[in-house]
T-cell receptor, first 116, second 116 residues
Framework: GAVVSQHPSWVICKSGTSVKIECRSL??????MFWYRQFPKQSLMLMAT?????????EQGVEKDKFLINHASLTLSTLTVTSAHPEDSSFYIC????????????FGEGSWLTVV | AQSVTQLGSHVSVSEGALVLLRCNYS??????LFWYVQYPNQGLQLLLK??????LVKGINGFEAEFKKSETSFHLTKPSAHMSDAAEYFC??????????????FGQGTILTVHP
């Protein structure tokens, strides 16, 4: 079964509202999680590295004030899309690193966000 | 810095034929390499990964890939295609170890079509 769970799988929100996506490691502690975005018919692009107990590290071009990442516990990272607009509609997927260097990376099932 | 190039955005084969999906990478540090499969409207499933052990890596569903440092390649093969292999395939590279392990850079993806 899944070892990394994302919720919700699908979400529709109105333009201007905020939406939160959760990424949970189910049976291991993940000090580091990663958030990716995939636009339709495109590849996955890393948005940010989520570090437990510290600020996330954002990739160039990703607005940190728009995509708020919180990693308050060793099993949960959240991505909040603030003031969402239709261009934020995308597939968001997280991954968690289990163990240290060289250990397995698990992906969540992904979350489809549609902003109307 | 790291990058991945997948040659051929679309590959079409007949059922029972050899599958070859090409991936070349660039990395300033020793890399770990991954192949993922994505079915429509779903998340990512790990097919196989290279983590500096054997250069020929066997994965699930009969897939394998060979890491060739001299060619900076990590091509994915399967001797005999099955209809269920039709999907999109992503090659990805990560720094090998350290705090950046798991920070994946993905190729653009290759859509595999299997004809009866």
């Amino acid at each position: 079964g899944a070892v990394v769970s994302q919720h919700p799988s699908w979400v529709i929100c109105k333009s201007g509202t905020s939406v939160k996506i959760e990424c949970r490691s189910l049976d291991f502690q993940a000090t580091t999680m990663f958030w990716y975005r995939q636009f339709p018919k495109q590849s996955l692009m890393l948005m940010a590295t989520s570090n437990e107990g510290s600020k996330a590290t954002y990739e160039q071009g990703v607005e940190k004030d728009k995509f708020l990442i919180n990693h308050a516990s060793l099993t949960l990272s959240t991505l909040t899309v603030t003031s969402a607009h239709p261009e934020d509609s995308s597939f968001y997927i997280c991954s968690a690193r289990r163990g240290g260097s060289g250990n397995t990376i698990y992906f969540g099932e992904g979350s489809w966000l549609t902003v109307v | 810095a790291q990058s991945v190039t997948q040659l051929g955005s679309h590959v079409s084969v007949s059922e029972g034929a050899l599958v070859l999906l090409r991936c070349n990478y660039s990395s300033s540090v020793p890399p770990y390499l991954f192949w993922y499969v994505q079915y429509p409207n779903q998340g990512l499933q790990l097919l196989l990964k290279y983590t500096s052990a054997a250069t020929l890596v066997k994965g699930i569903n009969g897939f394998e890939a060979e890491f060739k440092k001299s060619e900076t390649s990590f091509h994915l093969t399967k001797p005999s295609a099955h209809m269920s292999d039709a999907a999109e395939y992503f090659c990805a590279v990560s720094p090998a170890g350290g705090t950046s392990y798991g920070k994946l850079t993905f190729g653009q993806g290759t859509i595999l079509t299997v004809h009866p």
